[in-house]
């Protein structure tokens, strides 16, 4: 299909205030690099997301759900597909008794102040992750020994034949920094989660406390990806990484933290190639002088370490 008709039908299903093309990957992801993405589409309503998917797959084009980009790296080349952004658009937020529904374009800051509102407790860790609800079930994000395989009850989602499919507690198969979402290819629409009452002001201390300490260990301040390679089992992968002398090692614009070892940050020109040349070096030393190969957490889009 040429790209014009392929741009044509999407606005059909979405409005033409919800599909662009060549748009750059760097305003849409937290690292700040990568090159333009062929459309970015945004669906509004969980029936536009399974509309659009369901036209991709059967037009054969090439595709990637994401989230607000918080641990992605796009190719410097860009995409030759069309990005989903599951965000704002699909974000509303709400509570009954001790469950908190919201969809999966829903901030984790905003699931977090809703639930201390309702007087909610046991999400107070994820309260200063950034990134969305839905990305964060795929792939049981956590924090300060918590996680959402702790708090989730089930999660509305659609499948690779557009099918929709209701996850409910050990259904999701959860596991370190994984799930049965990201290994089924299954795109969350909804997400309900089980709290339980508590203080608001022994809830909101929590959040300031985490939110203080995440302050002062993590550069805030620049673009990254976040933590950028998951824990080894017995180890802290910033620790190991300090250990071997990488603590503010840089490859072009790209740098290792010298805040927090485990983070790369973008000095304000980084490529994407950049941030790959460093993880791929740092993997490599901390290899050569610990024999532990660290995996990375950052979705790299379009290529493999």
Sequence with gaps: MGDNAVFSDMVSILGEDSVARNVSMKEYTSIRTGGEARYLAEPATTEEVIKILQYLRENRQNFYVMGNGTNLVFPDSGYDGVVIRIGSKLSRIGHEGNRIMAQAGASLAAVSNMALDAGLKGFEFASGIPGTIGGAVAMNAGAYDGEMSHVVAETLCVDDKGRLIRLKGKEHAFGYRKSRIQTDGLVVLEVTL??????????????EDFNGRRREKQPLNMPSAGSVFKRPEGYYAGQLIQECGLKGYTIGGAQVSDKHCGFIVNLGNATS???????RYVRKTVYE????????????????L
């Design 194 to 207: 089980e709290l339980t009452p508590g203080d608001k002001s022994c809830i909101k201390r929590r959040m």
């Design 273 to 279: 190639q950049d941030v790959l040349d460093l993880i």
């Design 289 to 304: 002088k610990t024999g532990i190969l660290l995996e990375p957490e950052v979705r790299i889009i379009g290529g493999e």
